[in-house]
């Protein structure tokens, strides 16, 4: 296995943790939600994928040879997303990047049961042990407060409250099923198609800029209330949405696939489950984000957990 696969491995890491740290902090700054986020994110995602599809293929991006491959791009793109990261979102919104993000990211116990029921792949002792420390993980962040930053129920975190900390928790969870049930649509859409890791990525962004301007203009025109005008929104704000999507849905993927091609899934997968980490310190010393010392335990049980199901 090449060291160079290795430390690109660390750099998808990073990538997948600096991403919704930058979208958080857009939201941040224009008080917008996911029906504004998606939007922007797939014009950049689309842009890049395009450019690189292009230089790669030297201009000549093969088409989607069936329809069962494209409904299964557009299966994962609807699950991974636009219902998954709205959910994904909206509970970084709740309970913070320090919380939400190890939650969501315990999709890979997920994904070992709907790869199972929809790839026929085995489920081992290793497996289960893996989802045991997870959950325990779960349970951990749930109530391991530290007892002077709890509510007067004794649970949570008070700048969090009981409300919210409970739909944060359901909305990652949430994320989770969507994102369990994407990753096994994606790789059955490669093996129908036949598509390599560039043109999969390609359409998927394809798929993510139409479903999500789709939608945009069903809000404007059934539900203006529920949205804010892209023009309100700052410039900082669309660059760092902008920036998100190149980092983490465009490089991320393409570089992800550069690993697996070279190194054992397994190895990359668990390299990469780090991501959870990287995005807890940094919410912990950039963001202010409090964790007590159970709660650390358990945002390390959580990617512990989905490294053992992943080797």
């Avoid at 893996?130 to 004794?154: A, P, Q, T, W, Y």
């Avoid at 390609?202 to 404007?220: D, G, P």
């Amino acid at each position: 296995m090449p060291l160079w696969g290795f430390l690109l491995s660390f750099v998808v890491a990073v990538m997948w943790a600096a991403s919704p740290i930058m979208v958080a902090r857009g939201m941040a700054l224009s008080k917008c939600t996911s029906n504004e986020v998606n939007p922007i994110r797939s014009i950049s995602f689309f842009l890049f994928t395009l450019t690189v599809a292009l230089i790669y293929t030297k201009g000549s991006i093969p088409p989607v040879p069936s329809l069962k491959a494209l409904v299964y791009i557009a299966g994962n793109v609807l699950l991974g997303y636009l219902i998954g990261d709205i959910l994904y979102f909206i509970a970084i919104r709740k309970i913070g990047i320090s919380l939400a993000v190890p939650v969501s990211n315990s999709y890979p116990i997920l994904v070992v049961v709907t790869s199972w029921l929809m790839l026929g792949e085995p489920i081992t002792l290793q497996i289960v042990a893996g989802i045991v420390i997870v959950i325990s993980g779960l349970l951990l962040l749930r109530f391991g407060g530290g007892r002077e930053d709890r509510d007067k129920d004794g649970l949570i975190p008070k700048e969090i409250g009981l409300s919210n900390l409970m739909k944060g928790f359901i909305f990652a969870i949430g994320a989770a099923l969507c994102w369990s049930v994407g990753a096994p649509l994606t790789k059955m859409a490669m093996e129908v198609s036949g598509l390599d890791p560039i043109g999969i990525t390609f359409y998927r962004a394809s798929a993510l800029l139409i479903m999500a301007w789709t939608y945009r203009f069903f809000l404007v025109k059934y539900r203006p209330g529920s949205i804010m005008p892209l023009r309100n929104m700052s410039l900082k704000a669309w660059l760092y949405i902008l920036t998100a999507a190149v980092i983490g849905l465009a490089l991320g993927s393409i570089l992800y696939t550069t690993c697996i091609d070279v190194m054992p899934v397994a190895v990359v997968t668990a390299i990469t489950s780090t991501s959870p980490f990287i995005a807890a310190l940094f919410g912990h010393f950039v963001l202010k984000e409090r964790l007590s010392r159970l709660q650390w335990a358990g945002v390390v049980m959580i990617i512990s957990g989905s490294v053992t199901v992943s080797l």
